[in-house]
């Protein structure tokens, strides 16, 4: 759809009445502004039928009590889920052999004989147990209305409101008018449900079901109570209590319960509010009163109405949904049910599909991973299983990194606390093991982590005896400093940089072939290099990463003043560490040797030594052309087939070689579902959320991207997106972006600084150096471009 002028001075004259009308503290801090939307509207998923599965539920949450909304006619089911409810408690997992066991694993990699290091490895250095704990369901609420039967209905709808983050059902019985809303609210930390009849009387049973360890009653008449202990894991006990209270409250009618089930009858409507929590404190401390809790926050919640619980609600929801608008164009495919749209994503033109899954990945940002939560878990909060794919866990050798990459350019920096505060807690423990393990100082993490901040090499060696899950962690940190340049933030996060780095410094080291510094043992993330394992020395990745931390750390500590003699230390040794090199077939080579084409699986979901080009960007077009030509052939010899979370890791590497219209094919490859299947949640079975979070910071990366003082426009805009708009974006360096494009070539561009300094704005080859003022927004059209 193509943009007049006149459209765009009013989308920037509501901005600033936006703007100026709800601006608060927290817009100095952030770049909170209110960029405009002519249609809010458009953000919205709908269904013509109830999810016949969990993935096709509907998610909300308020980033830690989450539910996954059905939609089914009689019996509607919420399958809830409490981010900080996993099973087992407090555990120590360190294989008491593993410290003496690592110089022969050592001294077996540099042989050459990974298998055998690798069989080793597995006996002596994993961990014990070695799983880790798993993330929880806390059960289902269910609702039936009586009065109803499982039978066709009529003008049957269900949708998800982004913008307003409230799930709607509603649907013609009889001749009764039936609509249930669904809401997870920041603000008074309770689900919220309303269900309502015209024409007729609300009759509803409301219970409780779980695969805890629980008991379900009921308080009075009118409040559901789950009360129980988290399940055991690997042999660890559950040590969690928890309580789920549901409090039924009717307009008209009568309220009684039968047995462990609460009866409404004759209601012109029906509230129910919902609390959980559990006696989680800390990783080490399981001592919370959860009964108080959720007594606590329901008394409050109860005191407000419906109407002002939902408007509170969606008011603090859109203070950060609505920073953000989005044009890319419509199409008559914009008419249909989002799974109808989402099954045909690569063989119908419909440019607002990626507009709406880009939003989607913004508001389930925000729905996962909150102040005072737990992060967004490979599942973000939702789960409907207590054996979950992988745990449902934090897998640190992209997943968790991934899914907090849009976090800074979609402008929710406020959504990153929950990690820096898990990394905090990591960095305890993983001191620990850096000390027993590994007799080192400052601190390590391996591939995944959980609730509890275990730290050791958990699964089998080939995929868990990775140690830089604590490196990555530090450095994506030092990332989110980077877009905001906040002095307390850096002096906050320093201590993990420091640490990180010291392990490093202690750990690495020296390749008796060539002299270089490295790690080992490693691996290339879960990469069989086809020589016995994955187990090797000195990969890519580790290399690329580490080259991130020590100049990271080094930088840091100059500019608090700090560590002067470590500063050199770190110089030292990174430029100790094994280079970049490029194989046989012109590609940038995955590990010291030479070893891509005899990899086990050339097609390998995992692009690990392509960090470098994104998120890193250490290598790029202007100061490393040759290893960037290497990366691309890389990627071209990986191939286009892969799971939804590759896909999208595929497309911000695309837009960063510059090729809009392969970046774009991932892109629709990750929307794609199959027709009548669950529409949005990406293209990745078992769901994984960071297909979404990658998918939605790729689509950033072809419109704007960002290094140092430079700010790139449009370079990977696709036909499919000739007229459009970005509002509300962030590029590094405190700058929030208004980008708009007709023909397939820049319009304007509005930057508002949040600090002075110089910038280099750069479009198709052309760029100008701009002088930036804190408060004073700067306009350019393309004319300004030399």
Known sequence: MDISRREVLEAGLAATLTATATRGAAETSTGDRAPGDLKPERWRLWHNKPAGSWPEAHPVGNGRLGAMVFGNIKLERLQ??????????????????????????????????????????????????????????????????????????????????????????????????????VLSSAVDQVIAIRVSAEGGPVALNCSFGTGQRATATVEGDSTLVLSGINNSDRGIPGKLSFETRAQVAADGGTVSHDGPIVRVRGAQAVVILLAAASSFKSPVDVSGDPQAIVRAQLAV?????????????????????????????????????????????????????????????????????????????????????????????????????????????????????????????????????????????????????????????????????????????????????????????????????????????????????????????????????????TLCAGPALDMQILRDLFDRTATSAKLLGLDADLRPQLAAMRAKLAPHQVGKSGQLQEWLADWDADAVE????????????????????????????????????????????????????????????????????????????????????????????????????????????????LPALPKAWPTGSLRGVRARRGCTIDLAWKDGALDSVTLHPQIAGKRIVRVAGRSKEIALQPGRPMTLIASDLN
């Open 301 to 533: 919640a109860a005191r407000k109405s419906w109407t002002q619980l939902r408007d509170d609600h969606m008011a603090e929801h859109r203070h950060l949904f609505r920073r953000v608008s989005i044009d890319l164009g419509t199409s008559r495919a914009a008419a249909l049910a989002t799974d109808s749209r989402a099954g045909h994503a690569l063989d119908r033109a419909d440019p607002e599909l990626a507009a709406l899954f880009f939003q989607f990945g913004r508001y389930m940002l925000i729905c996962s991973s909150r102040a005072g939560s737990e992060p967004a878990n490979l599942q973000g909060i939702w789960n409907e299983s207590n054996l979950p794919p992988w745990g449902s866990k934090y897998t640190i050798n992209i997943n968790t990194e991934m899914n907090y990459w849009p976090v800074d350019t979609a402008n929710l920096p406020e959504c990153i606390d929950p990690l820096v505060a898990m990394v905090e807690e990591l960095a305890v423990s993983g001191a620990y093991t850096a000390k027993h393990m590994y007799g080192a100082r400052g601190w390590v993490a391996h591939h995944n982590t959980d609730l509890w901040r275990a730290s050791g090499p958990i699964d089998h060696a080939r995929t868990g005896l990775w140690p830089t899950g604590a490196a990555w962690l530090s450095v994506q940190l030092w990332d989110h400093y980077d877009f905001h340049r906040d002095k307390a933030f850096l002096r906050r996060i320093y201590p993990l940089l420091r640490g990180a780095s010291l392990f490093f410094l202690d750990t690495l080291v020296k390749n008796p072939a060539s002299g270089w510094m490295v790690t080992n043992p490693s691996c290339s993330p879960e990469n069989d290099h086809g020589h016995g394992s």
């Open 80 to 181: 809830l889920n409490d981010g900080r409810f996993w099973s087992g408690g407090p555990y120590q997992h360190l294989n008491p052999a593993a410290h003496d066991a690592l110089p022969k694993v050592r001294e077996m990699i540099f042989a050459g004989k990974y298998a055998e290091a690798e069989a080793y490895a597995e006996k002596y250095i994993q961990s014990i147990p070695m799983r880790e704990m798993s993330y929880q369901s806390l059960g289902d609420l269910w609702l039936d209305l009586v009065d109803v039967e499982e039978t066709p209905v009529e003008e049957y709808r269900r949708e998800l409101d982004l913008d307003g983050a409230i799930s709607r059902t509603r649907f013609v019985s009889g001749k009764v008018t039936y609509t249930r809303e």
């Open 602 to 713: 050339p097609t390998h979901r995992h692009t690990s030594h392509l960090y470098a080009v994104y998120p890193s960007q250490q290598i790029n077009a202007e100061g490393t052309p040759d290893l960037l030509r290497a990366a691309r052939r890389s990627l071209e010899l990986r191939g286009t087939e892969a799971t939804g979370w590759a896909l999208a890791w595929r497309t911000a590497l695309w837009a960063h070689f510059r090729d809009a219209e392969q970046a774009h094919r991932m892109l629709l490859r990750l929307i794609q579902a199959d027709p009548g299947g669950p529409g949005m949640l990406g293209h990745h079975a078992p769901f994984q959320i960071d297909c979404i979070f990658g998918g939605t910071a790729a689509l950033v990366e072809m419109l704007v991207q960002s290094r140092g003082d430079l700010i790139d426009l």
